[in-house]
């Protein structure tokens, strides 16, 4: 199973999204004085307020994500499957872009500048790896036809 590469970005691609869920995905920065909000996948967290769950969407769209990359991995035997799942967990991967441009950047934050933190980072990083486990599927079933023809 993590002879062939595809398995080995896919679970590279899990990895990342473990990171991503479990470290915080920007700031808010005060203008005035006062702690940064800390903005996770579930909640954003304010100094003296506590949490605000109004960001659970992004949670949701990667915590979906996980088990989907698991059943890929584990789905070596139907490689068209695996073709398929690694579009939906790209297809995740976007749409969870989207969700964090608007929480970072469409909502209005009163007095406070949005900044991007590292972890925001690995869901594109996440698309390039599930793309390349796409072509690295495609290329076997290509090879597996082939040879089917021969015969």
């Not at 769950?53 to 990359?69: K, R």
């Not at 499957?81 to 969870?96: A, E, F, G, N, T």
Request: proline share 5%; with cysteine; charged share 10%.
């Amino acid at each position: 199973m993590l002879q062939r590469i595809q398995t080995v970005y896919l679970f590279l691609a899990f990895i990342a999204t473990i990171v991503c869920l479990s470290m915080p995905v920007g700031f808010l920065t005060p203008q005035g004085m006062g702690g940064d909000t800390l903005m996770y996948n579930l909640c954003m967290i304010e100094p003296a307020e506590g949490a605000d769950f109004s960001v659970w969407p992004l949670f949701a769209l990667l915590i979906v994500t996980c088990p989907i990359c698991l059943v890929t991995i584990f789905a070596y035997s139907n490689r068209m499957l695996q073709s398929k799942l690694c579009m939906v967990c790209i297809l995740l991967c976007i749409l969870w872009l989207g969700g964090y441009v608007y929480y970072g950047y469409g909502i209005p934050h009163e007095g406070a500048t949005f900044r991007i933190a590292f972890p925001a980072c690995l869901p594109l990083i996440n698309i390039i790896l599930y793309a390349l486990a796409r072509r690295g599927i495609i290329s076997d079933e290509k090879l597996v036809r082939s040879e089917n023809r021969i015969r």
